[in-house]
């Protein structure tokens, strides 16, 4: 069975810089009888390159790590170009704070590397049909964090890079672990979860992790 049906739109053009997960993408994309892959580039330059009037109906499934121009900033000037241009960002990244700004920059649909593909092919019917949609993992930390800041007085206190490091506390993660993730240093990470500490009032790492973990929890039965 078709994931896509015939009233869905039938191009997609892809950018995305590391060519062994373009290929994949292409060749299961590919797979979809009623959709057509009508190109496929390793860089905002080179797509550009190729539709300097722009994509047309196509839906473009766009990485957000790209190596000269981003893919953020690609589709935010294909917004402002472009009337309907349909943009989903696909990306490693999970951290509400990508997402969120991918939103913002005219993308949509966010959905994550690690999401299932069904996932990514509900992703380009929402885009062709001017709706958008969020990957489970990603909507699920947007409702958590939108939650979590307007019912908990404390929780609320929090940065957004405060809450992030607070969260993934919560999923388990070691201070070394959540550096690698946000793209900082271990010293900044330790500052921040110092910060938490003394915002939230806990008295140890045990105590904060405790709680981060009770939240973590509070949040995946929500």
């Known amino acids: 069975m078709n994931l896509l049906t015939s009233q869905s739109i039938s191009s997609v ?8 997960m373009r290929e994949c993408l292409v060749r299961r994309l590919s797979d979809l ?6 190109g496929d580039y390793g860089s905002a330059e080179d797509f550009l390159a190729a539709f300097p009037q722009g994509p ?8 957000l ?4 121009m981003s893919g953020l900033a690609l589709i935010a000037d ?15 990244w999970d951290h509400v704070r990508y997402a969120a700004q991918a939103l913002q920059a005219g993308a949509l649909g ?15 019917q929402s885009a062709s049909r001017g709706q958008k949609y969020i990957c489970t993992e990603v909507a699920r930390a947007l ?8 019912m908990d007085p404390v929780i609320s206190s929090l940065s957004d890079r405060e809450f992030e490091v607070f969260t993934l506390l919560g999923k388990g993660r070691a201070l070394k672990e959540i550096a690698d993730e946000l793209g900082v240093n271990y010293k900044t990470v330790s500052t921040y979860r110092a ?4 915002k939230l009032q806990m008295k140890s790492n045990v105590d904060l992790i405790r709680l981060a973990l009770e939240v973590d929890g509070q949040i995946n039965r929500s």
């Open 13 to 20: 053009v892809l950018v995305e810089d590391h060519q062994l």
């Open 33 to 38: 009888s009623s959709l057509t892959v009508v």
């Open 56 to 63: 047309g109906s196509s839906v473009c499934l766009i990485d």
């Open 65 to 68: 790590n790209l190596p000269k």
């Open 78 to 92: 294909g917004v402002r170009q472009w009337p309907g241009f349909a943009a989903v960002a696909v990306t490693v």
């Open 110 to 124: 966010y959905v994550t590397k690690a999401s299932p593909f069904s996932e990514l092919v509900e992703a380009i």
């Open 143 to 150: 409702k958590a964090h939108a939650l979590y800041r307007t």
């Open 195 to 198: 910060r938490v500490m003394e």
